[in-house]
């Protein structure tokens, strides 16, 4: 109970902020397209994936974050065969490719200067997005926190019966 508590707190306190104006970001609500650039690869477009549950991961800076994104990547291997995608999406503090996330996981370069670009705050953030492109969980915070928290609900959202224990 307690942690349903502190989810849905952190929710209320999410803003999803599009162009120069900051809308609330809820649960079931259809997300606005985006096209971002990948680091190594081709731009990735939300449209794109409907029909695929996606789980993207927001990583600001990635400070320190690789050993936590390849949990992600197992755990998106794990429920691959329900069809999981998941995007890391990265904040560059320069231009420098050289500082991204050195992942398997596609690994997309956000800009507030591109033009449908869209950001969530705070960062990191996990979201869970139906495959009909609405919101369907969001954890903010801590990486490893969010790890328990997005197999949990990987578990119920795409039906799989037994839970992927993590470390």
């Known amino acids: 109970m307690e942690h349903r508590s502190r989810f849905l707190l952190l929710?209320?306190?999410?803003?999803?902020?599009?162009?120069?104006?900051?809308?609330?970001?809820?649960?079931?609500?259809?997300l606005d397209d985006f096209t971002l650039p990948a680091v190594n690869g081709f731009?990735?477009?939300l449209?794109?994936?409907r029909g695929l549950p996606l789980m993207l991961i927001w990583v600001g800076d990635c400070d320190r974050c690789e050993?936590?994104?390849?949990?992600?990547?197992?755990?998106?291997k794990r429920y691959a065969e329900k069809?999981?995608?998941?995007?890391?999406?990265?904040?560059?503090?320069?231009?420098?490719?050289s500082e991204a996330p050195d992942v398997q996981l596609p690994v997309l370069k956000y800009s507030p200067k591109l033009p449908?670009?869209?950001?969530?705050?705070?960062q990191p953030a996990v979201m869970l997005v139906g495959r009909d492109g609405t919101l369907d969980y969001l954890?903010?915070?801590?990486?490893?926190k969010n790890l328990e928290f997005a197999n949990h609900a990987?578990?119920?959202?795409?039906?799989?019966?037994?839970?992927?224990?993590?470390r």
């Open 11 to 30: 929710i209320l306190g999410v803003l999803l902020s599009v162009g120069t104006k900051a809308e609330t970001l809820s649960i079931g609500k259809q």
């Open 43 to 45: 731009a990735k477009n």
């Open 139 to 144: 954890f903010v915070g801590n990486l490893r």
């Open 47 to 49: 449209t794109e994936q």
């Open 67 to 76: 050993s936590h994104l390849k949990q992600y990547d197992e755990l998106t």
């Open 116 to 122: 449908n670009a869209w950001q969530i705050q705070p």
């Open 83 to 97: 069809g999981l995608v998941s995007w890391v999406i990265w904040t560059p503090e320069g231009q420098d490719d």
């Open 154 to 166: 990987l578990a119920i959202w795409l039906g799989r019966d037994d839970l992927v224990h993590q």
